[in-house]
């Protein structure tokens, strides 16, 4: 049984930093893509970032330059480093794992088969 278990949020002030890490089991995600998508209280879920097997990066343009994903696919698990930290990226943040292998990452929550539980993001003003 496949499970994804994301950890790491919290309330962090404006301008703040937060790791969020994401542990999968019951299956290796090798050569799997592996993101992180958010929802906030009255909007759909977005794609946030991403991460392929060759380890190509691809970022929502709401987030460039803020936030960093790595992974370390022997442990099967992906980091989202979050820095500058803004009030709107407040949401829920879900990790999530494309199985199909990709040389770019995909960014359609479409495309994603197993996600986590979500992990609460505050930013105060």
């Known amino acids: 049984q496949v499970q994804l278990v994301d950890t790491g949020g919290g309330l962090v002030q404006a301008g703040g930093s937060l790791s969020l890490h994401c542990a999968a089991s019951?299956?290796?995600?090798?050569?799997?893509?592996m993101g992180w998508f958010r929802q906030a209280p009255g909007k759909e879920r977005e794609f946030v970032a991403a991460i392929s097997w060759t380890t190509v990066k691809t970022y929502a343009d709401s987030v460039k330059g803020r936030f960093t994903i790595s992974r370390d696919s022997a442990k099967n698990t992906v980091t989202l480093q979050m820095s500058s930290l803004k009030p709107e990226d407040t949401a829920v943040y879900y990790c999530a794992v494309d199985p199909k292998s990709s040389f770019r990452p995909r960014s359609q929550v479409s495309h994603y088969d197993y996600w986590g539980q979500g992990t609460q993001v505050t930013v105060s003003s």
């Open positions: 019951g299956r290796t995600f090798s050569t799997s893509t």
